[in-house]
């Protein structure tokens, strides 16, 4: 009996340590043969165990889709739908290793409706084994599996012509494939494209080269995976290491932890925190095994600075010489992956490396079919659509072009409500010039801004604001509770969500009518103000609450002929004037000793409304819920969407 020393496994495990990592994933058409493909690969490479082997062989009989042979895509569609319809629905990961190298493989589904399946699988590869059943050759799946795999930025692909078997081995065939695939992706720009035909059912070319194809002189599909060269694909050049911990175990130490996304930090080198500028050199770099001169992508890793530099989550450091992108705005690819359709208006949290920050969006430019690569025009996105935007962020993100790095260049969407990822995004670059210049420079926008008009249209606003623009005007008497009225209606909107201004008379006067005094004429013009302020608030789709006494029927007509009458609700505090001495008895008194003026309802008429839009008893507690009830009624807020 042979015995195993423990240096000899523990020689083993160093090196199994020590293999290179390869993450693939396989796409294709239905029946093309992914899951077979990699059943097949993991059946000939030895690495199935004998109860799954077992489990495999029983299975294929009863539910197996390959007549009296080993169905190999039962070891990868798990799902119960997936086995009944012989078709992949969710992602799925298998993991096995060669005396060369480790492997994981992404199955992905080939059904349009299952594009954002592909995203997820895809978004951690560096190499794609696109299948084309060699009866059908180059068809749309193809097309749009290879777009997706482009726009992921993942730079070797291999074609796998599967079934050769069914079409007798055929050179030309297989040749033919190759021409019309060679022309598609041309304007794709992809670097490396390996073609190799096989048949997976037969392991044809799969671990073993074919005895049934001798003019392929090629390797077979292992191979080429244990052969390709991945490592120089991750960006060595712009070293790049975004925060996700500040580590304070004792006071003698502060060091800043997290994964280098790119480039190589050495000790000695001299760094910039961003967004704050500072530089220092770097003291430790600490790995998983202790000190090290230097780390490398993807190593998580804690550096120590020379000097006390302010840092935290979701700040970077950089070398100074070579600096992200430091932009709000930016151009990006999204591909959308919430059941419920996109709200171009709504706020999202956006997640970039480890910072989270609000993001709007801006424009979207186009969406792309990804059958046909035609570019459509869209309002919004459906579920696994996929198209050009424009982005805007709260705080600037620290980021590089996502075909030069995947790590910073990439970013996740998420519901603020939900909290459901609504879309992944690769980031194109920042506005340029020349695009900022081509809107203003536009026919239709210089006139528009030659009138004097806004060039965002009511209906945008109402859709970003969720409400519209109007002006809620409260009349009664002094200390009829009109103020106290408008300020909490002020916060109850606000607190809901609602974009508002308050304006009452106190305020307004000590600035925009400080110069006005309490006469019928100067009371007059301070309306006439207030009016056009609260006009041009309203076309910018803000609610504006007033609270003015404004005692003439005629002044408030005026002030809703300003406004637009469709604009103006009035809202009538219908107060006893003993409810109102009550509530301000020194200013009642005054007045009633001629120590005061131009008050209405003492030294002046009042003149009650004929015609309001509600009618509100300072007493009733109720107030603020009819408002707000009248608010939805009436679709000013909140404004649904269509």
């Given at each position: 009996m042979t015995t195993i020393s423990p240096l000899?496994?523990?020689?083993?495990?160093?090196?199994?340590?020590e293999k290179d990592l390869l993450r693939l994933l396989t796409a294709g058409s239905v029946d093309d043969g992914k899951s077979t493909l990699i059943g097949r690969l993991l059946f000939d490479s030895k690495k199935i165990y004998e109860d799954h082997l077992s489990a495999l062989e029983r299975d294929s009989k009863k539910i197996g889709h390959a007549g009296d042979k080993i169905d190999y895509a039962l070891l990868l569609d798990g799902l119960k739908a997936e086995r009944e319809q012989g078709i992949t629905i969710d992602v799925a990961y298998r993991y096995f290793s060669t005396n060369k190298r480790k492997f994981i493989i992404a199955d992905t589904p080939g059904h349009e409706q299952y594009t954002r399946n592909m995203v997820t699988g895809a978004s951690t590869a560096n190499l794609a084994i696109i299948l084309i059943d060699a009866r059908k050759g180059v068809i749309t799946q193809t097309k749009r599996h290879t777009f997706l795999v482009s726009l992921l930025g993942i730079k070797h692909i291999v074609l796998a012509v599967n079934k050769m078997d069914l079409m007798d081995y055929s050179q030309e065939v297989f040749d033919q494939i190759c021409k019309d695939y060679k022309q598609f992706t041309t304007p794709l720009s992809i670097p490396d494209i390996e073609f190799i035909p096989l048949s997976a059912l037969n392991g044809d070319n799969v671990v073993d080269a074919s005895d049934h194809m001798p003019w392929y002189q090629g390797k077979s599909l292992l191979n080429y995976l244990e052969s390709i060269h991945v490592v120089s694909d991750r960006n060595f050049d712009d070293f790049r290491l975004?925060?996700?911990y500040v580590l304070r175990p004792s006071l003698d130490f502060r060091g800043f932890s997290g994964k280098v996304a790119s480039g190589i930090i050495r000790k000695g080198d001299q760094v910039m925190s961003l967004p704050s500028r500072k530089t220092a050199t770097v003291t430790r770099v600490i790995g998983s095994d202790g000190d090290t001169e230097l780390a490398f992508p993807p190593q998580a890793v804690t550096v120590t600075l020379s000097d006390e530099i302010d840092l935290s989550r979701g700040e970077m450091l950089v070398h100074p010489d070579n600096l992200p992108r430091i932009e709000r705005q930016f151009e990006a690819?999204?591909?959308w992956m919430?059941?419920?359709?996109?709200?171009?208006?709504a706020n999202f949290f956006l997640k970039h490396t480890t910072q989270t920050t609000r993001a709007r969006l801006d424009q979207i430019k186009y969406r792309i079919d990804v059958n046909t690569l035609e570019q459509h025009s869209s309002d919004a996105f459906k579920l696994?659509?996929?198209?050009r935007v424009v982005l805007t962020t709260n705080k600037p993100l620290l980021f590089d072009p996502y075909h030069k790095n995947h790590e910073t260049g990439s970013f996740v969407l998420i519901n603020p409500i939900t909290n459901n990822t609504c879309a992944v995004g690769m980031i194109i670059d920042k506005m340029s010039a020349d695009d900022l210049y081509s809107r203003i420079a536009d026919p239709e926008t210089k006139r528009l801004v030659e009138g004097g008009q806004s060039l965002i249209k009511q209906e945008e606003l109402q859709k970003r604001y969720r409400q519209k623009g109007v002006t809620l005007w409260i009349t009664g008497l002094h200390g009829s509770g009109k103020n106290l009225l408008a300020y909490t209606l002020e916060r109850q909107l606000f607190d809901k969500g609602a974009t508002v201004v308050l304006l009452d008379g106190s305020t307004v006067r000590s600035g925009l009518s400080k110069e006005l005094d309490y006469s019928p004429t100067d009371r007059a013009e301070h309306m006439r103000r207030v009016a056009h302020v609260c006009r041009i608030l309203n076309d910018q789709g803000i609610?504006?609450?007033?609270s003015f006494i404004s005692p003439k029927a005629e002044i408030r007509e005026q002030v809703a002929k300003i406004i637009g009458k469709d604009r103006f609700k009035l809202l009538f505090m219908d107060a006893?004037?003993?409810?109102?001495?009550?509530?301000?008895?020194e200013l009642y008194e005054k007045a009633e000793q001629n120590l005061i003026t131009h008050i209405p309802g003492v030294d002046e008429m009042y003149e009650n409304p004929e015609f309001f839009d509600l009618i509100l008893n300072p007493e009733d507690q109720s107030n603020i819920t009819t408002i707000l009830t009248y608010l939805e009624a009436e679709r000013i807020f909140p404004l649904q969407s269509e």
């Open positions: 000899n496994i523990q020689q083993f495990l160093n090196q199994d340590q975004p925060i996700q690819m999204l591909v919430d059941e419920k359709n996109m709200d171009p208006y696994n659509e996929i198209g609610i504006t609450i007033c006893t004037m003993e409810y109102c001495r009550k509530n301000k008895p």
